[in-house]
Nanobody, 127 residues
Framework: QVQLVESGGGLVQAGDSLRLSCAAS????????LGWFRQAPGKEREFVAA????????NYADSVKDRFTISRDNAKNTVYLQMNSLKPEGTAVYYC????????????????????WGQGTQVTVSS
């Protein structure tokens, strides 16, 4: 498994932007599909965005499409989530996750298929 450490969360106002980072270590970074998930109090963990091993394919939840951007820097072993136009319903703990894949084009949205998770970073959006 790969070790993941998120950073960049915080308290912002509605309409603001934040960039989350997730640094990976322990395994070959380019072998992993990477995803961002979030969990609000009292709710199940939900998919936010994912990116393929090579970075050529991405997938987003409908609720964040056109506002969030996932990217990865394979030289820095880091995946990012740029979040623009944040909304109060985006308040949650955001988790970075990784799963190994033999395909360079797979993008996975199901949390149960990911086998490495970070500790999470809190994002709070005030109205």
């Amino acid at each position: 498994q790969v070790q993941l450490v998120e950073s960049g969360g915080g308290l912002v106002q509605a309409g603001d932007s934040l960039r989350l980072s997730c640094a990976a270590s322990g395994r070959t970074f380019t072998n992993y599909v990477l995803g961002w998930f979030r969990q609000a109090p009292g709710k199940e963990r939900e998919f936010v965005a994912a990116i393929s091993r090579g970075g050529s394919r991405t997938n987003y939840a409908d609720s964040v499409k056109d506002r969030f951007t996932i990217s990865r820097d394979n030289a820095k072993n880091t995946v990012y989530l740029q979040m623009n136009s944040l909304k109060p319903e985006g308040t949650a703990v955001y988790y970075c996750a990784a799963r190994s894949s033999s395909s360079t084009f797979v993008v996975t949205t199901t949390p149960q298929t990911y086998d490495s998770w970070g500790q999470g970073t809190q994002v709070t959006v005030s109205s």
